[in-house]
């Protein structure tokens, strides 16, 4: 035991995981892997002792007396591996287990050596699902080669969140996974059998948040939390960072000035958190910690082990007190209610108390503000709440409510609905790229709701019926409001301006009214009836509109001035394309850009270009140029720089443009445009590979020297970008405070240095989607607003909030689940290729119906957790709340909240919106959530009334928990409450009356 020690890597654990041939047998035992083929306990017993290798526990006591302990119950034990991750931030399982596998499976095989122990348990967190077959696949291979370890070892491994109980008789010898790896470090190498080397052991931890560069590091254990910070090049703006929140709040909190606290067990548990830390996260003065550690202790209480079953019941019990601090609904005595919890799950041992303890012994402050019903920069309580799909919306549309009005048949109300935010339903219906089904949380449970096609559906029914309902105007205000460009910046701006009571002027350079709409979107996309329709909706309001009337040419900034128009929005969008800059790209007239064509296409000066045409460029733009030209009868190719990854172009548009035939070349980097005689015979492309990232976060194209080819064209259209012709502002485009590229304005209100000047659209974001046109129309309409009445521009702002209250649609659980996304219907390919016509049916009505019932209704629940506390604090656990990228829980698992629901009533009770109901209707209660139907129950009469009163699932359960002697008799009769109320009076009372009979 005096083998010479070799100097060992500072960061062990990091320098394997960063070579990833030791994932591969031969490669890691080429490394010295699986060298022992024996190992005494005692010896690893005291070199584990030696190593100073502490658990990672709440207790953090030392690994050697486990093994100790361990090793002296005899052979017949389980080796656990605990792969569960505390926060689902951590990096260290995914890439210890996909880096060094068998450095793990080493780890189990010194154990059995030492121990004895021959079966395997590995438990996977499921966000590490995917890494299952390849440690089983691991083993075997070790079993066909005829290792040691393969024959010696019985490996099981499951996903779960809770780790299994020990099997009566059989000792279990669990360790996290770093622990693993830590301890076969120790142990593996004959010639070191003292493992680090003279070194501390090491933490990996995942570095995140407001630091400068996140990611994984390796320090000795005892260095500060301070040098785990300059490991990633330390905090970002550090002025600006609350809190430093161990395992995402879950080992617990620290303000910034205690980062001198070491890495060491007594250290951190006298600071009052976790010692087994494996990310720390830098949080910004942004968050709130009350809703950060209500965040922790649910995660806690779902796959924390608790060391019995009324520490869980306290950490939901904790919970629900958070919530109700968090919607304003607590006091003080929930502080006080909080700290004596803290205190218990202390005594406990219970894991829940690093979070809770850890936030109330240093944020204070935070904590009383909330007692206090004060404002909070994470949930502001003046703020309604809405869906997440509805805050995503650019334009603010009450989402979940016009979607339940289509599934009630109510089109025009829906669209009056949307129109209270977005005057373009029809629009924006067929052509917005729908921000908010990216958040959608039904996409959580399968697919997002088809939000964009919905609208196209009440648009259409409202048009059908009669036209689009005419919204309140206010009073006239007698002040006037020019509108320069009838784009869908500009006609939302009119729009809001003419809902105000403002007399509005739309002057519009182009013979008819739509801007980009009109003139960058093709008419298989968007008709121009469609446009026609939605602008006559707008005149209608009386909005003046004058068409072939061209700032700088018919008029100027100042004239309108000079007119009486009081303020003035600038919609001129960004109507100038970007050339190639190629050599001798202007000698050839047959080099376009993308604006100019689909814009002579719109007005019908421009029919094909050329038999063969490339286009350049791999954005929405580029397809509509491509599928633009097919539809003119050309043959068309796309150069890409990139590959389709990168590509900016919807999904969508790509696999349309590629079945319409459409060729796409990905790759191809311009060099020069080919041609004689003033003819456009080609382009000549470099091939290219991808590097490294550059601004934009897509991968650089790096030309490959020597890879020249010539892609055959008559025409070549450039779609690579646009930008606003600012020319005509006159001497104004020269005003550095008012120009630079595109127009200068506040993005919250659309206001220039003017003053009396807003500005919204593509003139101010250069090109961008017409929905947040809409939105910048919008919010420059109520500045403007604002500005003609006298008022402070910068209190036009508001927040999205609900438009209406519309009661959800009745649908059964498993209805709701078994409901997919609607394929929305097109023209076959073929067709569309030939024709401008709308090439998107739109969906049926039967579609919408089931689109609708499919919503979660995330308006009328908010995600708060009320209910899941509460179910889980009557012991049932039937509502489990998933955590969503949107910050909030939803419920997806109707199947066991089904299964597992009493219809005892404790969730409608806590509910703080309503979503939850409980209806008695006869002999049966259902219980629904935002119109889900959960489940139904049968109600139990009573024997003497016979009176329905109660669900029998709900008595069993009460039943179940009580012995003979403490059961009432009204349980075991099936008596009501108040049948047993009354029955009890008469007892009580009779004898007193005895004697006056």
Excluded at 323 to 339: N, T
Aim: aromatic share 6%; proline share 8%.
């Amino acid at each position: 035991m005096s083998a010479q020690r070799k100097p060992q890597p500072a960061q062990p654990l990091l320098e394997r995981i960063l070579h990833p041939e030791l994932a591969s047998l031969d490669k890691y035992l080429a490394a010295g892997g699986f060298a022992r083929d024996h190992l005494d306990p005692l010896p690893a017993v005291v070199a584990l002792r030696e190593s100073g290798l502490r658990l990672r526990t709440h207790t953090a006591g030392p690994v050697f007396i486990r093994w100790w302990g361990f090793i002296q119950q005899g052979e017949d034990g389980d080796l656990l591996v605990d792969a569960r991750m505390r926060d689902p931030e951590s990096l260290t399982e995914s890439k210890l287990l996909s880096g060094d596998p068998y450095g793990l499976i080493e780890a189990l095989y010194l154990a059995h050596l030492v121990s004895g122990a021959r079966r395997v348990l590995i438990l996977l967190d499921p966000l590490l699902a995917s890494l299952r077959p390849r440690l089983l696949d691991d083993m075997d291979e070790l079993k066909r080669r005829g290792l040691p370890a393969g024959q010696a070892l019985e490996l099981e491994v499951t996903v779960g969140a809770a780790r299994p109980q020990p099997s009566e008789g059989r000792p279990q010898l669990v360790h996290y996974l770093e622990t693993w790896y830590q301890i076969k470090h120790i142990l593996a190498a004959p010639e070191t059998p003292w493992g680090f080397g003279g070194l501390a052991p090491t933490r990996l931890v995942t570095v995140g948040g407001r630091v400068r560069r996140p990611g994984l590091v390796e320090v000795p254990l005892g260095a500060a939390l301070s040098q785990v910070l300059e490991q990633a090049e330390g905090l970002k703006e550090p002025g600006r960072v609350k809190a430093l929140a161990l395992d995402s709040g879950v080992g617990g909190f620290l303000p910034p000035e205690r980062a001198d606290t070491p890495l060491s067990p007594e250290e951190m548990m006298s600071a009052g958190v976790n010692p087994g830390l494996g990310t720390l996260w830098a949080v910004g003065e942004d968050r709130c910690l009350v809703d950060l550690t209500r965040r922790a202790l649910i995660r806690l209480a779902q796959i924390g082990d608790h060391p019995r079953e009324a520490s869980r019941t306290l950490n939901w019990h904790a919970v629900r007190l958070i919530i109700q601090l968090s919607l304003r609904k607590g006091g003080p005595d929930h502080l006080v209610q909080l700290e004596a919890i803290a205190r218990q799950l202390k005594k406990m041992g219970s894991p829940a108390a690093w979070p809770l303890v850890s936030s109330l012994r240093y944020f204070p402050q935070e904590w009383s503000e909330h007692a206090q019903g004060l404002s909070c920069v994470a949930f502001d309580c003046l703020k309604p709440l809405v869906a997440p799909c509805h805050a995503t919306c650019p334009a603010g549309i009450d989402i979940p409510s016009f979607l339940a009005l289509i599934g009630q048949g109510r089109y025009r109300q829906a669209v009056e609905v949307i129109r209270q935010d977005n005057p373009l339903p029809y629009i924006c219906g067929l052509i917005c790229p729908a921000p908010c089904e990216g958040i959608c949380l039904r996409g959580q449970l399968d697919q997002p709701i088809q939000i964009r096609a919905m609208k196209a559906v009440a648009a259409r029914h409202a048009l059908a019926e009669g036209g689009y309902p005419l919204p309140a105007k206010a009073d006239p205000s007698g002040q006037r409001a020019a509108v320069i460009g009838a784009g869908p910046a500009g006609l939302t701006a009119a729009y809001f301006l003419a809902l105000a009571g403002h007399q509005v002027t739309i002057f519009e350079e182009q013979p008819q009214a739509g801007g980009t709409a009109l003139l960058g979107i093709p008419a298989y996309r968007l008709p121009r009836e469609v446009i026609a329709a939605e602008v006559q909706a707008i005149l209608d309001l009386g909005v003046e509109l004058r068409t072939e009337a061209a700032l700088g040419r018919d008029f100027t900034l100042q004239e309108l001035r000079d007119q009486g128009y009081e303020a003035v929005f600038l919609g001129i969008g960004a109507h100038q394309g970007y050339s190639l800059g190629l050599p001798h790209e202007q000698d050839y007239p047959q080099v376009l850009d993308a604006i100019s064509f689909l814009r002579g296409v719109a007005l019908g000066g421009q029919g094909a270009p050329a038999e063969e045409v490339v286009v350049v460029g791999g954005g929405n733009a580029a397809m509509d140029a491509a599928r633009t030209c097919r539809r003119l009868g050309c043959r068309v190719t796309i150069a890409y720089r990139r590959t389709r990854e990168e590509m900016p172009a919807r999904e969508e548009e790509i696999d349309d443009a590629l079945a319409e035939g459409v060729r796409i070349v990905f790759l191809a980097v311009p060099k020069e445009i080919v041609g004689r005689r003033g003819r456009v015979e080609g382009l000549r492309c470099l091939r290219a590979e991808l590097g490294p990232p550059d601004e934009s976060g897509r991968r650089r194209p790096l030309p490959v020297k020597g890879s020249e080819f010539v892609l055959p064209a008559g025409a070549i259209i450039a779609a690579i970008s646009q930008r606003p012709e600012l020319s005509c502002l006159g001497p104004w485009a020269d005003d550095e405070r008012l120009c630079d590229r595109t127009v200068l304005a506040d993005p919250a209100t659309g206001q220039t240095s003017l003053g009396w000047l807003f500005a919204g659209g593509d003139a101010v974001t250069g090109p961008a989607t017409v929905v947040e046109a809409v939105a910048a129309g919008k919010r420059a309409a109520k500045a403007m607003d604002a500005y003609l009445k006298g008022q402070a521009v910068e209190l036009s702002l508001e927040f999205p909030r609900p438009r209406a209250f519309v009661d959800p649609l009745p649908v059964a659980a498993a209805e709701k689940t078994r409901l997919r996304r609607a394929d929305i219907p097109k023209l076959p390919p073929q067709e569309r290729a030939q024709s401008f016509a709308l090439a998107e049916l739109g969906l049926s009505d039967q579609m919408a119906l089931h689109e609708a019932q499919r919503c979660l209704r995330c308006d009328l629940c908010i995600g708060c957790g009320l209910c899941q506390s509460a179910c889980a604090e009557v012991g049932v656990q039937a509502l489990r709340l998933s955590e969503t990228p949107a910050g909030r829980g939803v419920l997806l698992d109707f199947h066991h909240a089904a299964a597992a629901c009493t219809g005892c009533g404790s969730c409608a009770n806590a509910c703080p919106t309503g979503a939850i109901q409980l209806l008695d209707d006869q002999r049966t209660r259902k219980v629904s959530l935002a119109g889900t139907v959960i489940k139904e129950l049968p109600l139990v009469e009573c024997s003497r009334c016979g009176r329905p009163y109660l669900p029998e699932a709900y008595l069993d359960l009460v039943a179940g928990r009580l012995d003979e002697r403490h059961a009432p008799t009204r349980m075991q009769e099936a008596i009501c409450p108040d049948c047993a109320r009354a029955s009890g009076a008469r007892k009580r009372w009779a004898g007193r009356f005895a004697s006056l009979r």
